[in-house]
């Protein structure tokens, strides 16, 4: 019998908070005329070339790149807490397993699967790779506007504490562009997930610190959000890499809406 441990707390606790803002699925309710869960695969560890994802020690996603996704959802058998629910672990392509914990995926709910951190955080722990799970809203939104969930894998160089984050828009104006964003949400642990509902239009994104008021930006990018579309815009990379690609960066991934 698998042993979920502690982290399988956790992960239902980010489902609680993510259903409460919106951003949950229809939950099971022990229905079984619900469909099964679905969920999709993310890996924003900046120092892995490829990641393995599996539940229950089956591979259901091989080798994802860094700041790519499997190729879409996935249904998946739904299983109760009396069998133990799903085992989910990850680990490089092929190599030695890098996390795992037990949580349960309810019938009729949509998931994106993360792995955020650091494959080598030499001493310092906090940074290590890490599975992390978000229950999504997979309807379209409606009339001109696009879904914008944030997630926040930002690491800060070696050496230094990671601090919070301000995802935000930067909007032409007096005297600032950085004041007053139209599209803003503030002070984002690691590990967290935003959502956002927006005009679909097109937009600079920045990450800033969240804990001071002078502007310390740690990545920016442009992009143009579709009508009706779903984004998960994940900030990953860590301050001080020598490898630009690996340095901090937001990127966009498209999901499919659900009918």
């Known amino acids: 019998m698998k042993k979920l441990g502690m982290r399988f707390t956790v992960a239902l606790g980010v489902l609680a908070t993510t259903l409460l803002v919106g951003c949950g699925g229809g939950g099971g309710g022990g229905s079984q005329n619900l469909p099964d869960p679905e969920v999709q695969f993310i890996n924003a560890s900046p120092d892995n070339t490829g990641i393995d994802f599996l539940l229950n020690d089956v591979v259901e996603a091989n080798n994802v790149p860094f700041n790519g996704a499997s190729p879409d959802f996935q249904t998946i058998d739904y299983i ?31 998931t994106l699967i993360v792995a955020l951190g650091l494959h080598d955080p030499g001493t310092e722990f906090d940074k ?71 005009d679909a239009t097109s937009f600079q994104f920045i990450a800033r610190r969240a804990d001071t008021d002078a502007l310390v930006q740690y990545a920016s990018t442009n992009t143009t959000l579709g009508s009706g579309k779903i984004y998960a815009a994940i900030i990953t990379g860590q301050e001080g890499q020598a490898d630009p690609d690996l340095q901090p960066q937001i990127t966009f991934i498209e999901l499919t809406t659900s009918l």
């Open 80 to 110: 109760d807490g009396t069998d133990d629910g799903y085992d989910i672990s990850i680990r490089p392509n092929g190599g030695e397993e890098l996390d795992r914990f037990g949580t349960i995926f309810n019938r009729d709910t949509d």
């Open 128 to 198: 290590r790779c890490q599975i992390f799970t978000f229950p999504i809203l997979r309807t379209a939104p409606t009339g001109n506007r696009a879904r914008v969930y944030v997630i926040n894998g930002f690491i800060r160089a070696t050496g230094f504490i990671t601090p919070n984050v301000t995802f935000q828009s930067v909007d032409a104006g007096d005297p600032s562009p950085f004041n007053n964003p139209s599209v803003v949400t503030r002070d984002m642990p690691f590990g967290t997930i935003r959502a956002l509902t927006v």
